[in-house]
């Protein structure tokens, strides 16, 4: 199967701008301005490639695209989400290491695309290396005339700014990201309106995550039919599955969109580890809910994956053999949305903060008839009433891991300890008040 972007992804190597030129890089930003005289025609053909939002929401990049407005005055901004925080997934991180240039080139392809002439790179803080590695390559693009005032020579300026976020989750998602690019906490805002109309700075902005722009360079140089046929109905292209967990060769796979969950974790992620047996598996990044290892017959793709009630979302795939406690799992789980809540919604809030000591309780032992219940109670209320999605996400494995292994939650509460490791947590001698650390901030 042919690779596209992950053919880049040689372990210790970074492409410098010559190797990715010698490769035929920058060949589609070059000819951009004069395959595409207007710049909707090119809006219009990477709307006919069914390229999808590879951030999480998988919404058709060419669509958003067209919901800008050119009229208002202000400029136009370009955001690219580069904060890559879902648990689970590790892609980005795989793109802005080994070839920075290939973004680089996507952005100028959507900065045309949208009469952009700024845009921010907003990267994960933790990412030390590939925030290096980005900046080099930053540099030698405008060196070489690449980016800045005229760009390949043309009439058409575009500067790039890279931005490094704090470890905040939150900031992954597109308004908190442009509040905290603002310089203020990052509190997501209220939709609409949309970023698309007001966004950065008050301006229209378009946000569109590392994988996606990246996916652009191929649809110009290679048509947006050939790419739309590589995936499934209306899910265009390839795209880069992060696969963790209790695989023989966990690593990021490059696959059609649509390709079956089985095949990714049998035939390319190596099967299970130690031969044991699948139990469960996250197909989208944390926030998605979990299948059990008899629901793994599906294809990857944004509307076959939201049939089955789940989501496509990053595509982070975390793989649990049979030797994993779900109870404890979800505990984990839940205290990172605790932990990661910003606090402006009381379902989320107070939501992921009870239901987090609730099984904390679960998890060490002491937990009380009617705990499971419970839960499932603060869970109806927790989705679909909050400014952002956090609060859904967190709701999803939620809901999904008590209702599909529901008896491991029952026994845990009725003999203090899991029914798949015998062992409980310990009790904390201290208040645990990590998930609660947005009170007050
Ligand atoms: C809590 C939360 C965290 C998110 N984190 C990220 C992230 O780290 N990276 C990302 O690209 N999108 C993230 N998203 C999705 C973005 O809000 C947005 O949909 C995406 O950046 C749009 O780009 P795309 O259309 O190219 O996918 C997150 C969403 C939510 C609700
Ligand atoms: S849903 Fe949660 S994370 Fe999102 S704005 Fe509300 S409190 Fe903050």
């Not at 209306?234 to 966990?250: A, E």
């Amino acid at each position: 199967m042919e690779k596209l972007i992950s053919k880049y992804f040689v372990p210790g190597k970074t492409f410098s701008l010559a190797e990715f030129e010698q490769d035929g890089g920058y060949q589609a930003a070059r000819a951009v301005f004069d395959k595409f005289p207007d710049p909707k025609a090119l809006v219009e053909e990477v709307k006919k490639s069914n390229l999808r939002g590879l951030g999480g929401a998988g919404f058709p990049a060419g669509m958003k695209w067209s919901l800008v407005p050119q009229n208002t005055g202000k400029p136009v901004y370009l955001v690219v989400n580069a904060d890559e925080g879902e648990p689970g997934t590790f892609k980005d991180k795989y793109i802005l290491r080994h070839v920075p240039h290939l973004l680089l080139e996507g952005i100028i392809i959507a900065a045309y695309a949208n009469n952009v002439h700024k845009a921010y790179i907003y990267i994960r803080g933790e990412y030390t290396h590939p925030y290096d590695m980005l900046q080099k390559a930053v540099k030698e693009a405008y060196d070489k005339g690449y980016l800045g005032k005229q760009i390949f020579g043309r009439e058409f300026a575009l500067d790039v700014v890279v931005h490094r976020g704090a470890g905040a989750y939150i900031c992954g998602e597109e308004t908190g990201l442009l509040e905290s690019l603002e310089g203020k906490k990052g509190f997501p805002r209220l939709k609409p309106p949309f970023p698309a109309v007001v966004g950065l700075f008050g301006c229209p902005t378009v946000i569109n995550n590392v994988e996606t722009l990246s996916y652009l360079p191929y649809i110009l140089n290679r048509g947006a039919e050939w790419f739309a046929k590589l995936g499934s109905e209306k899910n265009g292209g390839l795209r880069l599955f992060s696969v963790s967990g209790h695989v023989q060769k966990p690593g990021v796979y490059e696959l059609p969109l649509g390709v079956s969950l089985r095949e990714i974790i049998y035939t390319h992620a190596g099967g299970i580890r130690g031969d044991r047996k699948l139990k469960a598996v996250v197909p989208g990044g944390l926030s998605a809910a979990i299948f059990r290892a008899d629901e793994i017959d599906v294809g990857m793709d944004f509307d076959q994956l939201r049939a089955k009630n789940t989501m496509a979302g990053s595509a982070g795939v975390i793989v649990m053999d049979e030797t994993t406690c779900i109870v404890k799992a979800l505990y984990v789980t839940m205290r990172f949305y605790g932990h990661e809540s910003c606090g402006q919604c009381s379902p989320c809030r107070e939501g992921t903060g009870w239901v987090s000591k609730i099984l904390r309780r679960v998890a060490e032992g002491r937990g009380r008839t009617g705990d499971v219940n419970n839960l499932l109670d603060i869970c109806s209320f927790m989705g679909g009433t909050t400014i952002c999605a956090l609060a859904d996400g967190a709701a999803m494995p939620l809901r999904s891991y008590i209702e599909k292994f529901r008896e491991e939650f029952e026994y845990y509460v009725k003999h203090g300890k899991s029914m798949v490791d015998g062992t409980a947590l310990e009790t904390q001698t201290l208040h645990d008040t990590s998930h609660m650390s947005h009170v007050g901030s």
